[in-house]
């Protein structure tokens, strides 16, 4: 079975701080994505990686920054948190495949208050 | 640009009768997927059920079934027998089309709650 594990199921930082949120899979998978979750709106991607060192921005991108150094590790940064990055953080991953059928496998995901 | 709706923010069903969520779509593509994914309170997206734009039956996977009706560009989930585990949030998304394979838009998410 896949496995996708987040670093932190709970997160409380204060405003300003950097932010590290960690994502690691274990089944080989090229592509990585990270969401964020909050109510009334659905999932909105925030970037996506098809591969080690490849990032794309996804819809919401403003304010986070993300590194693959290493294929099964994905990292979401927010450089200075602010309160209105308060939210559900999901990690995802996929085998890249070109196919429309492209399940995603995604990790418990960490909810982040920022004081 | 793809979007997906989902009208019910939330929906209550007594336990054993059936429940169906709706969900609606919008493409240009000729191929795409559709999916569902069920999100129980302790936060993991769990994946329900999928449906390929040319499959020409409708889906099924257990108690869960997709309607699928293209020429309405409806996708909507049908959970047959409902039990109290089934009380979650239930997610519809599609995949990002040909061109766009490797991501998937989610609509806003219905949250079901299944009554004794």
Not at chain 1, 1 to 14: A, E, F, G, H
Not at chain 1, 47 to 70: L, N, Q, W
Not at chain 1, 98 to 112: A, I, K
């Amino acid at each position: 079975d896949v496995k996708v594990t987040q670093s932190s199921r709970y997160l409380v930082k204060r405003t300003g701080e950097k932010v590290f949120l960690e994502c690691v899979q274990d089944m080989d998978h090229e592509n990585m994505f990270w969401y964020r979750q909050d109510p009334g709106l659905g999932l909105r991607l925030i970037y996506f990686s098809y591969d080690v060192k490849m990032k794309e921005k996804g819809d919401i991108p403003e304010g986070y920054s993300v590194s693959r150094e290493k294929k099964e590790r994905f990292s979401l940064i927010l450089e200075s948190a602010s309160t209105n990055q308060t939210s559900m953080y999901l990690c995802a991953s996929r085998k890249s495949s070109g196919l429309v059928y492209n399940e995603q496998f995604f990790g418990p995901g960490t909810r982040l208050t920022v004081l | 640009a793809q979007k997906i709706t989902q009208t019910q923010p939330g929906m209550f069903v007594q336990e054993k009768e059936a429940v169906t969520l709706d969900c609606t779509y919008d493409t240009s593509d000729q191929s795409y997927g559709l999916f569902w994914y069920k999100q129980p309170s302790s936060g993991e997206m769990i994946f329900l059920i999928y449906q390929g734009s040319y499959d020409e039956q409708n889906a099924t996977e257990g108690r869960y079934s997709l309607n699928f009706q293209k020429a309405r560009k409806s996708a909507n989930l049908v959970i047959s027998a409902s039990q109290l585990g089934d009380s979650a949030m239930y997610f519809c998304a599609m995949s990002g089309g040909i061109y766009n394979t490797d991501k998937l838009i989610f609509g806003t998410g219905t949250r079901l709650q299944v009554f004794p």
